[in-house]
């Protein structure tokens, strides 16, 4: 197994999508204006700036606005996860739950909520925006419980459902996203710097949208979960009172989210100031370095785990059978799976896609392949993914495990432990908090397993270069 060579890349593709240098990047002072890529604000025209934001990549994100605006700073506050906090000194920070929310998250969105009633036409609010944000920015609507959040959050999270249409849901039973963030800001002037964990950066889709344009209506949210409801036959476990305001609003009893052309959008701005695209052009740029012929195959890697590994493993097969001697090769993709939960399992979807990627590639030599989050967490567990490679189902097979049952149950997180506990090798990924979030990268790596200890397919070109 090629592990120290493919987390070599790993680490190279999380470091360029550094919070802290993506902001750095986008934001500096040019005498008396803060500049934001390219655009400026006077910063003589305001009385005060006020900092906000949630996700799990906030806190570095933060980092950089205090070492670009220091004392011009007069208040502000970000969620964070559990454990993904920062050095700061201007900025406070709350802690909060993810993916599912929970009363710290309440708590924190309505010290947010209070902080931005406060502003006038002489405030700018720079609001920081990165994966998670959407479950710790949180604000029931009126009616609605937090528990009745959670419970919908939850069915739909284990019914499979896209990220596009878990946000569109929670939008329309939030006081704060889908723009209405902006609203609630109106008439202050907005600038929203967003670190992207979405396929194609939809900036109405990062962290549900807050502070732009909603795209999505209540009737999109209602046939979403009627169509689960139907799939899966959840008549009965979804919260009445979050169907009763989704119905409501669609026969127009409660006002929609705010469109494009909205008066609340007329001083907010939206920066993507990084993505996925960064950590796969570094990842790329690492792996030839190293001498690997690279391919990219997608950045939009999505739909259900097991079928996204069937998929890859057929190329990397391909590839392989279709190779040169000698030669080797390091596939990239990324981007973000779903796994639809149908047994008692512990999970998440990195692991649960190497899982059945090795599975797939059962006694094939020289594939390793190479499944993480970018944030340092994969489902509810403290591991971001695993490593594997054509050896991994056989070894478990020698010592008394069924990689096909742990994949039935959804439990790829047991599965990896005991593989590891069991046979003293290292499947498991688990760095804790990156401090970023740009999705999901996978790295495939195919070469010749009867290749000299000098190339580069042995592994041992790290020990060489250094």
């Known amino acids: 197994m090629e592990r120290t060579t493919v987390l070599e890349i790993y680490h190279a593709a999380l470091k360029a999508a550094d919070p802290y240098i993506a902001v750095n990047k986008a934001l500096r002072l040019k005498e008396y204006k803060l500049v934001v890529n390219e655009t400026e604000y006077d910063l003589n025209k305001f009385s005060s700036v006020i900092v906000i934001g949630a996700g799990k990549g906030t806190a570095p994100m933060a980092r950089a606005v205090e070492d670009t605006l220091g004392d011009r700073i007069d208040s502000g506050l970000i969620i964070v996860k559990y454990g993904h906090t920062g050095q700061l000194q201007k900025i406070r920070q709350i802690e909060a739950s993810h993916p599912l929310p929970d009363l710290a998250g309440v708590r924190g969105t309505a010290e947010i909520l209070e902080l931005l009633k406060k502003a006038d036409d002489r405030t700018l609010v720079i609001c920081l925006l990165s994966g998670g944000g959407s479950a710790l920015l949180v604000s029931p609507v009126e009616g609605l419980t937090l528990e009745d959040k959670q419970m919908t959050t939850d069915l739909l999270l284990k019914a499979g459902a896209t990220i596009d249409d878990l946000n569109t849901v929670r939008k329309h039973l939030s006081n704060v996203k889908g723009g209405k963030l902006a609203e609630i800001a109106r008439p202050a002037t907005v600038a929203t710097l967003i670190l992207s964990d979405v396929i194609g950066d939809r900036l109405d889709v990062i962290a549900s949208g807050p502070t732009v344009p909603d795209n999505s209506t209540f009737a999109d949210a209602l046939r ?243």
């Open 224 to 466: 979403i979960i009627t169509s689960l409801i139907e799939k899966h036959g959840l008549k009965h476990a979804f919260p009445e009172r979050a169907l009763d305001y989704l119905r409501a609003g669609v026969n127009g009893k409660i006002p929609e989210t705010p469109k494009k052309g909205d008066p609340c959008f007329n001083n907010t701005a939206a920066f993507v100031v990084g993505s996925l695209k960064q950590a796969i052009a570094a990842a790329r740029k690492t792996a030839e370095i190293m001498g690997f012929e690279t391919v990219v195959i997608t950045d939009k890697i999505q739909g259900e785990a097991r079928k996204a590994a069937i998929y890859l493993a057929d190329i990397a097969k391909s590839v392989k059978n279709n190779a040169k001697a000698g030669k080797s090769f390091c596939l990239i993709s990324g981007g973000e799976t779903i796994v639809k939960v149908n047994g008692a399992g512990k999970g998440g979807r990195n692991q649960e896609m190497a899982l059945a990627f090795a599975l797939e590639i059962k006694g094939v030599e020289g594939v390793t392949m190479l499944s993480a989050g970018t944030d340092g967490t994969d489902g509810p567990t403290d591991a971001t993914g695993a490593v594997v490679d054509g050896n991994t189902a056989e070894l478990a097979n020698r010592v008394g495990l069924d990689p096909q049952a742990y994949l039935a149950e959804n439990d790829s997180y047991t599965f990896f432990e005991r593989l590891d506990a069991l046979t003293g090798s290292r499947h498991h990924i688990k760095t804790g908090p990156t401090g970023t979030n740009v999705m999901d990268i996978q790295l495939i790596l195919v070469s010749d397993p009867f290749a000299g200890k000098d190339d580069v397919a042995s592994g041992n070109v790290l020990v060489k270069n250094e």
